[in-house]
């Protein structure tokens, strides 16, 4: 594994109820590498996406802590690009202006902002679009426009909350492969949240894998197909072979999810 850039170091979650407290996520500790893309993935309600609102400074921990570049990460930083689901653009601003929004508030000036926004904008395909605004765009555009803008900031690390969730499948496929692209291009730093089997092989360099809730890691599986990535890729043996692996592991998870709600809707009906 390359060299650590992320350290998580035995975080947890807890939230406060009327009847005590909630635990959502478990102790958790894992490591990023320069240049690795690794996904978490987890049945729903597991602590997957409170566990990267932490890493963004979002949401406080009860235990634990975070430490990028060995520095303890306290709140939100320009350091850390995020992505969405939701398309989190500002709506008054064109496609370019959303792009150089991170980089004006540093105090960038404006030929670097606009240099900026034109480099990022090419990477995602979408330099014709840049006086748009993005009611004007197809949701696979907006989202493209958003890792567009977290990439303008330098971010040391990308945190992607199931990013292509809310896309219809043949757009998201192609969202992916982007994601992969500029991988390739901009040796970018990623920790990608889905609860997409596929998609997580497709992309990473490692997985791991998360218990119901609470959360905790449950499995750790490192994938070994390299930086170069073609879409013929998803029908090879090994492909199916680690998916089998991850889908085994997730299996027993989400049948106690169901579980647990059955019970829960008996015991609120007696």
């Not at 634990?64 to 989190?88: K, N, S």
């Not at 990013?163 to 994601?179: K, N, S």
Request: with cysteine; aromatic share 6%; glycine share 10%.
């Amino acid at each position: 594994m390359p060299d650590p850039i992320l350290c998580l170091e035995g975080l947890s979650k807890e939230y406060p109820t009327k009847s005590g407290s909630l635990t959502v996520l478990e102790p958790t500790s894992l490591t990023v590498g320069v240049s690795e893309l690794v996904s978490i993935v987890g049945p729903s309600g597991c602590g997957k996406s409170t566990l990267l609102h932490i890493v963004g400074g979002l949401t406080t921990p009860t235990s634990g802590r975070v430490l990028l570049d060995g520095h303890e990460v306290t709140g939100p930083g320009a350091e850390r690009g995020m992505v969405f689901q939701a398309y989190t653009l500002f709506p008054w601003l064109t496609v370019r202006q959303n792009v150089q929004f991170g980089p004006k508030q540093r105090g960038a000036k404006k030929a670097e902002r606009e240099q900026l926004a034109d480099h990022f904008l090419d990477a995602v395909g979408l330099h014709g679009f840049r006086d748009h605004f993005p009611k004007q765009l197809s949701g696979g555009m907006r989202q493209r426009v958003a890792i567009a803008r977290a990439l303008a900031n330098s971010p040391r690390i990308l945190l992607m909350d199931e990013p292509f969730g809310a896309l219809d499948a043949q757009t998201r496929t192609v969202m992916q492969e982007l994601l992969l692209t500029i991988r390739s291009k901009e040796r970018t730093t990623t920790l990608f949240i889905t609860h997409d089997i596929d998609e997580a092989v497709f992309l990473s360099d490692r997985i791991f894998v998360m218990t119901a809730r609470p959360g905790r890691l449950k499995a750790e599986i490192c994938v070994p197909f390299g930086s170069d990535r073609s879409p013929d890729l998803r029908t090879s043996p090994e492909f199916f072979q680690i998916r089998a692996e991850v889908y085994d592991l997730l299996h027993s998870e989400g049948q106690a999810v169901v579980d647990a709600e059955i019970a829960a809707g008996s015991s609120a009906s007696g």
